[in-house]
């Protein structure tokens, strides 16, 4: 038990650090079964993201949502496992598998919202463009106006260029102006 906490720890040190490949190594020597594994296991993945080994993390975050199989759909761990899943399909820009992994995350989740906008961003990069529009309806919506995401009107705006909508560019570039420019 006490190596496994020094082992994390020193994991924590080298992520903090930056010298991931030392704590993405730290992080792997925590044993099966202890109370640090899940934790371990994340921050393994999020030290192989860094290192730019999308294809490492993606399998170290599926074998940690294999672990919370049996967790409630809204759990925190297995939403957070899935986010950073959804993360580096992204990272490794495939891009179809990504939005997939996105559209996993449970609508009644406090993450829900931060998927809806990441996952817009894959669907713009896999040029579904209609799709990316229909995401606004929510992203936009009364109920989340207190969420500070300007980059969603960017985005739309972004998606209204590529379609050729300069209208309806011109209108949300406006919009941002009038809701950022003072921030």
Not at 41 to 48: H, V
Not at 69 to 84: E, I, L, R, S
């Given at each position: 038990?006490?190596?496994?906490?020094?082992?994390?720890?020193?994991?924590?040190?080298?992520?903090?650090?930056?010298?991931?490949?030392?704590?993405?190594?730290?992080?792997?020597?925590?044993?099966?079964?202890?109370?640090?594994?899940?934790?371990?296991?994340?921050?393994?993945?999020?030290?192989?993201?860094?290192?730019?080994?999308?294809?490492?993390?993606?399998k170290i975050f599926q074998q940690l949502l294999n672990?919370?199989?049996?967790?409630?759909?809204?759990?925190?761990?297995?939403?957070?496992?899935?986010?950073?899943?959804?993360?580096?399909?992204?990272?490794?820009?495939?891009?179809?598998?990504?939005?997939?992994?996105?559209?996993?995350?449970?609508?009644?989740?406090?993450?829900?919202?931060?998927?809806?906008?990441?996952?817009?961003?894959?669907?713009?990069?896999?040029?579904?463009?209609?799709?990316?529009?229909?995401?606004?309806?929510?992203?936009?919506?009364?109920?989340?106006?207190?969420?500070?995401?300007?980059?969603?009107?960017?985005?739309?705006?972004?998606?209204?260029?590529?379609?050729?909508?300069?209208?309806?560019?011109?209108?949300?570039?406006?919009?941002?102006?009038?809701?950022?420019?003072?921030?």
């Amino acid at each position: 038990t006490s190596r496994d906490m020094i082992h994390f720890r020193i994991g924590e040190i080298k992520l903090k650090n930056k010298r991931f490949a030392e704590a993405a190594q730290s992080f792997g020597k925590v044993q099966w079964g202890s109370s640090l594994y899940n934790q371990s296991l994340y921050n393994r993945g999020l030290a192989e993201l860094e290192q730019n080994n999308a294809a490492t993390a993606s399998k170290i975050f599926q074998q940690l949502l294999n672990l919370r199989t049996k967790a409630p759909v809204t759990d925190t761990n297995k939403v957070a496992a899935q986010m950073a899943l959804a993360r580096a399909l992204y990272q490794k820009q495939d891009w179809d598998a990504s939005v997939e992994a996105y559209a996993q995350i449970p609508r009644d989740h406090f993450m829900w919202h931060d998927a809806l906008f990441e996952q817009s961003w894959a669907m713009l990069r896999s040029a579904r463009f209609r799709s990316v529009l229909s995401n606004f309806q929510s992203l936009h919506s009364s109920y989340y106006e207190d969420f500070f995401i300007p980059e969603s009107l960017l985005l739309r705006a972004i998606v209204y260029l590529y379609i050729c909508m300069y209208y309806e560019m011109e209108k949300v570039v406006g919009l941002f102006e009038k809701s950022y420019g003072p921030v």
